[in-house]
């Protein structure tokens, strides 16, 4: 696995690209990623998005700062098939992630895939001690993703926002250095 | 009208203040960060930024000076960020030394959280500290906060390691504390389960 390039056999981490735009916009449109997009805080996580809009977000990670947000590409297909982020800008102690894939290749081990890579790139490459995210309380995947790979739910933040009439919670998960060590220094089965 | 409590008022930023607000950021006990800042900030830098400050009607964050009612003494500062408009904000607050323990703290929060949920209408109020500040923690808690979560081990200050603590305030939580004032917002948003 060539984490210095983010890639392994399937699959490449890669910059991404004005082109990107429509593979982009399309995935991000489906209605399976609402509210789960990923994309910067005042983007809109529920409303459809335009073509200017798409631009916006990739301008504004191009611009980032003590983060990267890259494409997740199939080898094999050259298909752009998600997006996933690191974010230090509070501190590199305790960098943040997010994993967003397309609806349609979902349940395939990618997101795991991803995961896995970049949690190797923050552990032993920078001197991340806490790798943590956000999974809203009703994206029931999301959690059991992350507990799967051994991250542990350390709190759930009242009222991150508003679902079919309901209030949702912010659950907060993190998984520590040794604990990912202690785990054969992978997320699988920890 | 100002933001007025029984000890203190709320009022914007002025050049005057300038001065505390650089002693508050240049001390390591009063400056609240997630990281320590290095006790560097000058006057200039701080009266460039309220200088850079532009008018407008869509704001998410504020600053407050706190002033003492009876002295007019300044003694920190109380800010809101992250507005989700209707919905939620994150408070956090600075006060000088000689005021530690006086109440001036308590009451600045208590002026603060009344505006932010009788004149914002927000459903949540937030904010964040770590598990060594026994103080700010023990302020929150006063005002009915409780720690809603952790990134744990997530901060490294004074050679310790720490919990980041997030800690929420309802709004059913602050008015329940508040039984003179009444709730007129309708809120027919249900809970999640």
């Known amino acids: 696995m060539d984490t210095a390039r983010f890639a392994n056999e399937r699959l490449v981490l890669r910059a991404l690209e004005a082109d990107d735009a429509e593979a982009l916009q399309a995935y991000l449109n489906d209605p399976a990623l609402i509210g789960r997009r990923c994309i910067p805080w005042r983007m809109p996580d529920i409303t459809p998005l335009a073509r200017r809009q798409i631009e916006e977000i990739l301008d504004s990670w191009a611009k980032e700062k003590k983060a990267f947000t890259l494409g997740i590409e199939m080898r094999e297909t050259g298909e752009l098939v998600g997006h996933a982020g690191c ?36 552990f032993e490459k920078t001197p991340a001690h806490n790798v943590n995210g956000w999974i809203a309380s009703w994206n029931e995947a999301g959690l059991a993703f992350a507990r799967k790979h051994g991250f542990t739910e350390s709190g759930r933040v009242p009222r991150g926002g508003i679902r079919d009439g309901t209030y949702y919670e912010e659950v907060m998960v993190d998984i520590l250095k040794r604990e990912w060590m202690v785990a054969g220094g992978d997320s699988d089965g920890a | 009208m100002a933001l007025e409590g029984n000890l203190v008022i709320l009022r914007e930023e002025r050049h005057e203040d300038q001065p505390l607000f650089v002693d508050l950021r240049n001390d390591l006990e009063t400056q609240g960060w997630n990281v320590a800042l290095p006790p560097t900030y ?38 809101y960020s992250d507005l989700e408009e209707r919905l939620a904000a994150t408070i956090g607050i600075a006060i000088a030394k000689p005021f530690w323990g006086t109440g001036v703290a308590f009451d600045a929060q208590e002026v603060l959280l009344r505006f932010l949920f009788l004149e914002l209408g927000l459903r949540v109020v937030h904010l964040w500290s770590h598990s060594g500040n026994v103080c700010a923690l023990a302020l929150a808690e006063k005002a009915g906060f409780v720690i809603t979560g952790r990134v744990r081990e997530g901060m490294y200050k004074n050679g310790k390691l720490l919990d980041t603590v997030v800690m929420s305030l309802l709004r059913e939580a602050y008015f329940v504390s508040h039984p003179e004032i009444e709730d007129a917002l309708p809120d027919l948003i249900r809970e999640a389960t």
Request: charged share 25%; hydrophobic share 40%.
């Open chain 1, 87 to 122: 974010f230090w800008g509070w501190d590199t102690h305790c960098p943040g992630i997010s994993i967003a894939v397309a609806a349609a290749h979902q349940r395939r081990g990618i997101g795991s895939d991803v995961l896995d890579l970049f949690l190797k790139y923050l």
């Open chain 2, 42 to 79: 000058t006057e200039g830098m701080y009266v460039k930024r309220l200088d850079a400050m532009e008018f407008s009607y869509d704001r998410d964050s504020a600053r407050f000076s706190i002033v003492l009612r009876e002295s007019g003494e300044l003694a920190g500062y109380i800010t």
